[in-house]
């Protein structure tokens, strides 16, 4: 109960803060620490509960790691600014989020899943406080001109006031997933099924509210809408059932050879 109470009293603090500076207005801040989800600029933010993780839901694009703050946005060129090497870091492209697609209410969006990755206790809260889209022809850009990447598609918020607040001990330890992303497909209108798509996310900036990032990386997934690929485990009882009718048939036949040979046996 303290440790919640230390949260509720840290994210009330900020919104007086950010009343008594007048930009209450303009700041929308998505709170996903007390609450389930939230919207701004078109896009909505779910707290989600652990995620499965098989081949073909879970599809990472990004992860990036510092502490205090961190930022990146996935390329297959090299590691700007905090972006993690390896190959759950690279260039994805239009078609890639398109697979994602998904209608709430009417309306279409792009899904993702955000897992982050902080230690318990008072250190549990990160912020998301800057997510933004970008299209481009070419791909595995390096720059840290964010803005030259390409045609910037969708913000979480231009005046760069907006954030999401988020809770990592709500599940549990990395990769169970912690946050949907809603993206409207609207935004995109326009762009080619072969352009690259360049995602920049900043955590960590809401340190009165303990946002800092002091943990492992943060991690950004492809949500495939399609029917996932089951686990190698759903096969198991199936591949028994074959062994076992394989197993009769071959003691039928070698029953019957015997039988053949020797009618005293039947």
Same mark, same amino acid.
């Given at each position: ?38 919207? +701004? ?166 340190? +009165? ?50 039988? +053949? ?6």
């Amino acid at each position: 109960m303290k440790k919640l109470t230390s949260k509720f009293i840290a994210a009330g603090l900020l919104a007086a803060t950010l009343a008594a500076f007048g930009i209450t207005a303009q700041a929308t801040v998505i709170d996903l620490v007390t609450g389930d989800s939230g919207t +701004a600029n078109g896009a909505q933010f779910n707290w989600t509960p652990q995620q499965p993780t098989g081949t073909g839901v879970i599809e990472p694009f990004l992860r990036v790691q510092a502490d205090g703050t961190e930022q990146g946005y996935n390329t297959s060129g090299g590691t700007p600014f905090d972006d993690m090497a390896g190959i759950w870091t690279h260039d994805i492209q239009f078609s890639d989020l398109q697979a994602t697609a998904v209608t709430l209410n009417g309306t279409q969006y792009f899904q993702l899943l955000l897992d982050v990755n902080e230690p318990g206790g008072n250190q549990s809260l990160i912020s998301l406080d800057r997510l933004e889209f970008y299209t481009s022809p070419i791909g595995s850009k390096t720059t840290t001109d964010v803005g030259s990447l390409g045609t910037l598609r969708w913000s979480l918020d231009g005046a760069g006031d907006s954030y999401v607040l988020l809770d990592a001990s709500r599940n549990n330890g990395s990769g169970s997933g912690d946050m949907l992303a809603y993206i409207p497909v609207s935004a995109f209108a326009g762009a080619s099924d072969t352009d690259y798509i360049y995602m920049f996310s900043r955590f960590g900036d809401q340190s +009165a509210a303990d946002g800092m990032t002091e943990g492992g990386f943060e991690e950004w997934s492809l949500v495939n809408s399609m029917t996932p690929v089951p686990e190698m485990s759903a096969f198991f009882p199936i591949v028994g059932l074959f062994i076992a009718i394989g197993s009769t048939q071959l003691l039928r036949r070698r029953r019957g050879a015997q039988i +053949a040979k020797d009618p005293l046996l039947s």
